[in-house]
């Protein structure tokens, strides 16, 4: 199970895996070949459309439902259809998904269906007031949804430090420094309906023991991009990417909206570039979806969606199940 891809066929990313109607789900952005060079940008990462996966057991045969969304079929895109998520609010799936809107500028979009698998039907406009990579969508007990998004560099979110877009070209960049607080991932509670933002988005705080922010040349430990949230025996986890070093990592709270203290690594740097995951329950057990490109052999641009076990010890640390 650890070591062989979900599917084969086509090259997936950036898995966002739910359980939905007895199954899971996974909406991962679909990878494709290019002739565009590796840079900080992103530019590599040319994706055009998303497929859902489902599977009725964990290692058990997966079904791929085929093109749900593209952007064609979205007013506003402009091209890079990147790591989307999916979340089951007022009786409809939403599919949410970033993309460069006409000007450049990534955006997060909302698309709709009645069905897990869809197809979805996208909003003519991006979400107000969203901006930046890697949506991550959690529905608390009350029913109450959450938005979490960010990523940088190519990701842009170090462009909007100051309420406004800047191009990183010429102006902001990640802050550096040992008593500089790191960029901080965004979170925004949702309107009852799913298709907006319910109030303006704040940030995420990621805090160490002594509740202080995690710096800006913390790199082993800062947030980089693929937030996601899971809810544990009360507590909320936030975990993320590091990025440029290539972990996942985690951070527990009380409370949705933060702040969350740093707790460790649940996965090492894998084959590739990048690293994005999510985290499920399906059937009594924790299962860490994520991609690495071996299936490619190495081609960062060209990955595959793998699943690992999760365990959790009494004191609520999170680490990779040893029989796999």
Same mark, same amino acid.
């Given at each position: 199970?650890?070591?062989?891809?979900?599917?084969?066929?086509?090259?997936?990313?950036?898995?966002?895996?739910?359980? /939905?109607?007895?199954?899971?789900?996974?909406?991962?952005?679909?990878?494709?070949?290019?002739?565009?060079?590796?840079?900080?940008?992103?530019?590599?990462?040319?994706?055009?459309?998303?497929?859902?996966?489902?599977?009725?057991?964990?290692?058990?045969?997966?079904?791929?439902?085929?093109?749900?969304?593209?952007?064609?079929?979205?007013?506003?895109?402009?091209?890079?259809?990147?790591?989307?998520?999916?979340?089951?609010?007022?009786?409809?799936?939403?599919?949410?998904?970033?993309?460069?809107?006409?000007?450049?500028? /990534?955006?997060?979009?909302?698309?709709?269906?009645?069905?897990?698998?869809?197809?979805?039907?996208?909003?003519?406009?991006?979400?107000?007031?969203?901006?930046?990579?890697?949506?991550?969508?959690?529905?608390?007990?009350?029913?109450?949804?959450?938005?979490?998004?960010?990523?940088?560099?190519?990701?842009?979110?170090?462009?909007?430090?100051?309420?406004? /877009?800047?191009?990183?070209?010429?102006?902001?960049?990640?802050?550096?420094?040992?008593?500089?607080?790191?960029?901080?991932?965004?979170?925004?509670?949702?309107?009852?309906?799913?298709?907006?933002?319910?109030?303006?988005?704040?940030?995420?705080?990621?805090?160490?023991?002594?509740?202080?922010?995690?710096?800006?040349?913390?790199?082993?430990?800062?947030?980089?991009?693929?937030?996601?949230?899971?809810?544990?025996?009360?507590?909320?986890?936030?975990?993320?990417?590091?990025?440029?070093?290539?972990?996942?990592?985690?951070?527990?709270?009380?409370?949705?909206?933060?702040? /969350?203290?740093?707790?460790?690594?649940?996965?090492?740097?894998?084959?590739?570039?990048?690293?994005?995951?999510?985290?499920?329950?399906?059937?009594?057990?924790?299962?860490?979806?994520?991609?690495?490109?071996?299936?490619?052999?190495?081609?960062?641009?060209?990955?595959?969606?793998?699943?690992?076990?999760?365990?959790?010890?009494?004191?609520?640390?999170?680490?990779?199940?040893?029989?796999?």
């Amino acid at each position: 199970m650890a070591h062989e891809p979900l599917v084969t066929h086509i090259y997936t990313a950036d898995p966002s895996a739910h359980a /939905f109607e007895g199954k899971i789900y996974v909406y991962p952005s679909h990878d494709r070949e290019t002739d565009i060079q590796f840079n900080d940008n992103g530019d590599q990462y040319d994706m055009v459309d998303y497929h859902v996966l489902s599977l009725e057991e964990i290692g058990g045969k997966v079904t791929d439902h085929g093109v749900a969304l593209k952007a064609d079929d979205v007013p506003w895109v402009s091209k890079q259809l990147w790591a989307p998520d999916a979340a089951f609010i007022n009786g409809k799936y939403h599919l949410y998904f970033p993309a460069r809107d006409k000007e450049g500028i /990534f955006r997060i979009g909302v698309a709709v269906s009645d069905k897990p698998e869809g197809p979805f039907t996208p909003d003519p406009e991006p979400i107000q007031g969203s901006y930046s990579i890697d949506p991550a969508s959690f529905v608390d007990d009350d029913g109450q949804a959450y938005l979490y998004f960010g990523g940088i560099w190519g990701g842009q979110l170090q462009c909007w430090s100051t309420g406004k /877009f800047e191009d990183s070209q010429s102006g902001p960049h990640e802050p550096k420094g040992t008593d500089v607080p790191a960029l901080l991932p965004r979170v925004g509670k949702l309107s009852p309906d799913g298709h907006q933002f319910a109030a303006g988005v704040q940030e995420v705080q990621i805090v160490d023991d002594a509740g202080k922010l995690l710096v800006a040349d913390d790199h082993d430990g800062r947030f980089f991009e693929a937030a996601w949230m899971h809810k544990y025996k009360g507590k909320y986890y936030f975990s993320y990417s590091t990025g440029d070093t290539h972990y996942i990592a985690y951070a527990v709270g009380d409370n949705p909206l933060g702040p /969350f203290t740093y707790g460790g690594r649940i996965l090492e740097p894998v084959v590739g570039w990048t690293t994005h995951h999510s985290i499920v329950e399906f059937k009594g057990k924790w299962y860490l979806f994520y991609h690495d490109s071996s299936l490619s052999k190495g081609a960062s641009h060209l990955r595959s969606v793998k699943v690992r076990e999760i365990v959790y010890d009494e004191d609520g640390k999170i680490a990779l199940a040893e029989k796999q």
